[in-house]
Structures are given as C-alpha cells and as structure tokens.
T-cell receptor
Framework: DVKVTQSSRYLVKRTGEKVFLECVQD?????MFWYRQDPGLGLRLIYF???????EKGDIPEGYSVSREKKERFSLILESASTNQTSMYLC??????????FGPGTRLLVL | GQQVMQIPQYQHVQEGEDFTTYCNSS?????IQWYKQRPGGHPVFLIQ?????EVKKQKRLTFQFGEAKKNSSLHITATQTTDVGTYFC??????????????FGQGTILTVHP
C-alpha cells in the first residue's frame, strides 16, 4: 500500500514564526504536492514538485516555499506564519498523470 | 486558467435515496479523477476515466465521462450512511510541467440521514 506520512497532525504556532511541514512517501513517486484545504474552498494547490530539486508554483504560493532534496521527501515552509495561514495542509504524491495519494493532513493554527 | 466546477455544493438525502454530483470543466480534459473524503479524513482516490463517453461502476457508484470530455458525473444508488463525505472531481493541468497537476472541483458534501 502507498503510504504518505506528514510530520504532525496538529500544530500551533505564533505569528511570525517559521514553520516547517514535512511529507514523506514510500512509493518512489515522481510527483509530490502541497495543498491547503479551507471550508467552502476545496483543495487549493500551493506548490508542486515533479522531480528532486524541481518545483512549480501552484495557485496560491504566496507566503510559502518548498524544498525537495530527496525524492521521497517534500517540505513546505511558511517563512513568517500569519493568521490567514491557519488551515488544513495536505500533502500528496503520484506518478505522472496517476492517482494522487494523500497524507493524513496537518491542521495548523497560527495565533 | 483551467476551472473545474462542481455542483451541488451540498446534498442532503434520506438513506436509500439516490445521489448525483456533476463536474464541468472549462477545457477539454484528457482524463478525470474522482476522490472521496470522509469527515475528518483525507481525500482517497476512487477512479479515473479516460475515454470519451466512458462509464464505470463500483458497486453502487456509477461514474460517467461526457462525450466532449468536458463534464463528468458520479451517481450513487440507494445511499447508505457509509457514503457520507465530500466527493471531489479533478482534472489534469495543461501540458508541459503542469502534466502532473490536478485542478480539483470544490466538492459536493453529502449528508445521509438514517
């Protein structure tokens, strides 16, 4: 079975803090994704990586950066957390054009 | 950019009633995927449709891809309480490095009353 794990299920941070969210997949997938999910807005793509050290902006990249140094690991970085970044963050991985497999999500609260 | 619209946003049904959610894209899609997210859970892949006019069934779920490959539907026959959740459709991005991206619809939240 494909397994996608995320470093935390719940996280509480203060405004201005630097936040790291980590995602690891064990299926040797080329593609990895970071989404945020907010009520009524569905899943919105933040960043996407199609290979090690390669990244592409999604629909809402502002305030975020990513890092993919190894194929299995994709990190989302909030350089200076703000209250409007309070959300559920979902990581996913896939083969090109294949189904996406999601991690359990990290619910982030920024105070 | 590409848009994927999904209706309805909410649907309440009595257990045993049928349910349908519809997905429309602003552009022709090479394929469409459907996902289900249980309350408190994460999206789980259900199916992918590729061919024009394709119909696939999974037990009580019937998935259809339109002839023009711009719309799709998911129909559940005789809903059960286990069908509760949010159903998302998703279509791939345009070519180039976007080929791995998906654009998700906003989802339909299904509530089933026993």
């Amino acid at each position: 079975d494909v397994k996608v794990t995320q470093s935390s299920r719940y996280l509480v941070k203060r405004t201005g803090e630097k936040v790291f969210l980590e995602c690891v997949q064990d299926m040797d997938h080329e593609n990895m994704f970071w989404y945020r999910q907010d009520p009524g807005l569905g899943l919105r793509l933040i960043y996407f990586s199609y290979d090690v050290k390669m990244k592409e902006k999604g629909d809402i990249p502002e305030g975020y950066s990513v890092s993919r140094e190894k194929k299995e690991r994709f990190s989302l970085i909030l350089e200076s957390a703000s209250t409007n970044q309070t959300s559920m963050y979902l990581c996913a991985s896939s083969m090109p054009l294949g189904a996406q497999y999601f991690g359990p999500g990290t619910r982030l609260l920024v105070l | 950019g590409q848009q994927v619209m999904q209706i309805p946003q909410y649907q309440h049904v009595q257990e045993g009633e049928d349910f349908t959610t519809y997905c429309n894209s602003s552009t022709t899609l090479s394929n469409i995927q459907w996902y289900k997210q249980r309350p408190g859970g994460h999206p789980v892949f259900l199916i992918q449709l590729v061919k024009s006019g394709e119909v696939k069934k999974q037990k009580r779920l019937t998935f259809q891809f339109g002839e023009a490959k711009k719309n799709s539907s998911l129909h559940i026959t005789a809903t059960q309480t286990t069908d509760v959740g949010t159903y998302f459709c998703a279509g791939p991005g345009a070519g180039g490095t976007s080929y791995g991206k998906l654009t998700f619809g906003q989802g339909t939240i299904l509530t089933v009353h026993p």
